[in-house]
């Protein structure tokens, strides 16, 4: 048997394609604090304040839908080059503006750059990473994009004082500039080189992040294999057979975003504002706590994904999402007749992002990595992706305009709605693919069994 050596240089691989989680977390997060200060300069209306926060959603939504053809064409290592000159292009615009359209469209430049790296950064990291830590790489992922938050939440918390929304902007080039650095000296794709005919090229990566030519030999061996079978169509993911699988991906992508996670991540000083936290300081240190309960739990997921199961973790989850949903809209009920409900809500909050972070925030990801049969994986994946990011501008845009027009506890009864829906489609429909193989997975899928037994 062939020992495969751990080698230094996956782990440092693995840490700088990981920057991309980081840039896809922290403007997500940064825009939370800003905003606020943004609204107030601009005086924007609640729609505009959702358009201009929400316009990373489309650029993002777009970047997505052409990632699976921009990857294979240019290369995994160059488009995440051009994902971090995109990044300090559309930030740099984003700080310097003094006209709000303009603002937008440095947020839409800004999220074409995400879109395009929540695609590449994991595809990429999983291509040159050796096959036993492959299973992990997906919640890896989340976790980067989890600590990206919360450095941007707390970066918005040092700016907050000063009222300096251009400074909590900028900050977002640090991680890019470093991305582009380390980009610049890592290796291609080995399954990108031998799709380019560059199997030579290929073997020699393999052998240095392995340490072992035989075993490099032998993984690009099963490299050529699989790539003569991994080619399919759109046309073959919408067929009968693969459509089960379809709609399982499609609808916790759209789960995950309708249950509201997102109102929270990028609007948690507003509802803290809203809530009764009565200086914008004092709200943005409130959603730091936020961020923090976000990147911890995060991390106690990780060994539970593979010891308790995916189902298990979803259900408690949106069970958690749910209670702390209703219990939010209680809070604000309670804020509005007598001011008593400010510790209520924030407790409200930190409970509905641990429970995301258990289950929904990497379980979606992680599923539709596993359950889309090899031939329309990276389709599948990339079209879920983009049903995600446009769930996500919806969410987004629509939720100042909601709390403008029934309150935030109603905006927050309807997600709990969301939730106790999500639970339902879950309990009945979703399989558990803990410790089954792929490929079982895939042959219970075109013999024909229910969509709960696809795990079986």
């Known amino acids: 048997m062939i020992k495969e050596r751990k080698s230094p240089f996956f782990v440092i691989v693995a840490m700088i394609a990981g920057l991309s989680g980081i ?47 921009i990857t ?11 994902v971090a000159i995109i990044f300090i292009f559309g930030t740099i615009i984003t700080a310097i503006v003094h006209h709000i359209w303009v603002l937008a469209i440095g947020r839409f430049i800004v999220g074409i750059a995400i879109g395009v790296a929540s695609y590449t950064a994991p595809l990429y990291i999983s291509e040159i990473s050796p096959p036993r830590h492959r299973g992990a ?65 290929a073997l020699d990566i393999l052998t240095a992040l392995r340490g072992s030519m035989p075993l490099a030999v032998r993984e690009l061996d099963e490299i050529v294999e699989t790539s003569k079978k991994e080619k399919g169509t759109y046309s073959e993911l919408f067929s009968a057979q693969v459509r089960p699988v379809l709609w399982i991906g499609v609808l916790l992508a759209i789960i995950q975003q309708v249950t509201g996670i997102n109102t929270i991540l990028y609007y948690a000083p507003t509802i803290f504002e809203f809530a009764g936290f009565e200086t914008s300081v004092a709200s943005i240190l409130a959603t730091m706590g936020v961020g923090v309960i ?41 804020i509005k007749v007598d001011g008593s409900g400010k510790g209520l809500a924030l407790a409200c909050m930190l409970v509905y992002i641990a429970s995301f972070a258990i289950s ?46 029934i309150g935030a506890s109603g905006t927050f009864i309807i997600y ?19 410790g089954i193989s792929l490929e079982k997975i895939e042959r219970n899928l075109f013999a024909g069994k229910p969509w709960r037994q696809l795990g079986k």
């Open 416 to 434: 709990a709605g969301f939730a106790l829906v999500s639970l339902f489609f879950v309990w009945f429909y979703v399989p558990e693919t803990k």
């Open 23 to 69: 840039l896809f977390g922290y403007d997500t997060g940064v825009m939370s604090g800003a905003i606020l200060f943004i609204s107030k300069e601009f005086g924007l209306s609640p729609l505009m304040n959702g358009i201009v926060v929400a316009a990373v959603l489309l650029g993002a939504f777009l970047g997505a839908i052409f990632s699976g053809v």
């Open 72 to 82: 294979d064409l240019w290369g995994r290592r160059r488009v995440l080059i051009c």
């Open 294 to 334: 976000f990147v911890l739990f995060t991390v106690i997921a990780l060994p539970l994904l593979d010891n308790w199961g995916r189902r298990p973790l979803l259900v408690l989850g949106l069970v958690g999402m749910f209670i702390s949903l209703v219990a939010l809209s209680i809070s604000f009920n309670l």
């Open 137 to 201: 790489l997906v919640s890896l992922n989340q976790l980067t994009i989890s600590i990206g938050i919360l450095l941007s939440y707390i970066v918005d918390f040092l700016f907050a004082e000063s009222s300096n929304w251009r400074g909590m902007l900028i900050m977002g080039v640090v991680p890019a500039v470093f991305l582009l650095i380390g980009m610049i000296f890592l290796p291609f794709s080995p399954r990108w080189l031998v799709g380019a005919g560059r199997k030579g090229d």
């Open 360 to 405: 929904l925030g990497p379980i979606m990801w992680l599923m539709i990595a596993e359950i889309y049969p090899l031939k329309v994986r990276g389709a599948g994946a990339s079209f879920a992706t983009c049903i995600n990011w446009a769930s996500n501008w919806l969410v987004t845009v629509t939720f100042l305009s909601l709390v403008s027009a």
